[in-house]
């Protein structure tokens, strides 16, 4: 069985400012993948970036980048420069020959 | 572009009535996955299909049923509604699965039980 979690329930960031989300997750599958969701108000879920497991260069999507540690089972997310369109609800999420398990999510509140 | 498409949006339902929340997809996935999420926390496995004629509990099964007769579509049943079944319904699909391949959502469906 697989297991994340979020233990963030909230985070704010200033604009243009850093923030890091974080994420552990456990399972018992060789081969896995770790995913960040986004979920703005209007409740659509938007991929953010997802890693390969067997990979251990961190994933980089623009200003979204990943900090993987397979030893630890940590799969925090990075925002760089925040802006005020990042403010949402971000799920971590852990898949593998089952389906995708979540996060409860941590809610990310930009200040202008 | 479509994607996944889900129907209603919104609902209210009395306890006891049943209702069917309707999802396709017109990306030619096999597998497809019915999600609900509670005030608060993250999304809860329902049931989930990997092909036409077939489907699998999957964390949270109970009150619900599903049937996968086309590859498009996969309806969700609630037979008798229940208060505890309020919640915001997420049906998703994908290519594969331990591929890595990520999962499309439809925009979810908000349904109170009263």
């Known amino acids: 069985a697989q297991t994340v979690t979020q233990s963030q329930p909230e985070m704010s960031v200033q604009e243009a400012e850093t923030v890091t989300l974080s994420c552990t997750y456990d399972?018992?599958?060789?081969?896995?993948?770790l995913f960040w969701y986004k979920q703005p108000p209007s409740r659509q879920m938007i991929l953010v970036i997802r890693?390969?497991?067997?990979?251990?260069q961190n994933a980089t999507e623009n200003r979204f980048s990943v900090n993987f540690q397979k030893a630890a089972k940590s799969f925090s997310l990075k925002i760089s420069d925040s802006q005020l369109g990042d403010a949402a609800m971000y799920f971590c999420?852990?898949?593998?020959?089952?389906?995708?398990?979540f996060g409860k999510g941590t809610r990310l509140s930009v200040i202008a | 572009n479509a994607g996944v498409t889900q129907t209603p949006k919104f609902r209210i339902l009395k306890i006891g009535q049943s209702m069917t929340l309707q999802c396709a997809q017109d990306?030619?996935?096999?597998?497809m996955y019915w999600y609900r999420q509670d005030p608060g926390m993250g999304l809860k496995l329902i049931y989930y299909?990997?092909?036409?004629?077939?489907?699998d509990k999957g964390e949270v099964p109970n009150g619900y049923n599903v049937s996968r007769s086309t590859t498009e579509d996969f309806p969700l049943r609630l037979e008798l509604a229940a208060p505890s079944q309020t919640s915001v319904y997420f049906c998703?699909?994908?290519?594969?699965?331990?591929?890595?391949?990520?999962?499309?959502f439809g925009d979810g469906t908000r349904l109170s039980i009263l």
């Open positions: 999420a852990s898949s593998g020959n089952t389906p995708l398990v």
């Open positions: 399972t018992s599958e060789s081969d896995y993948y």
């Open positions: 890693q390969e497991a067997y990979k251990q």
């Open positions: 990306m030619n996935h096999n597998y």
């Open positions: 299909s990997v092909g036409a004629g077939i489907t």
């Open positions: 998703a699909s994908s290519y594969d699965q331990g591929l890595g391949q990520p999962q499309h």
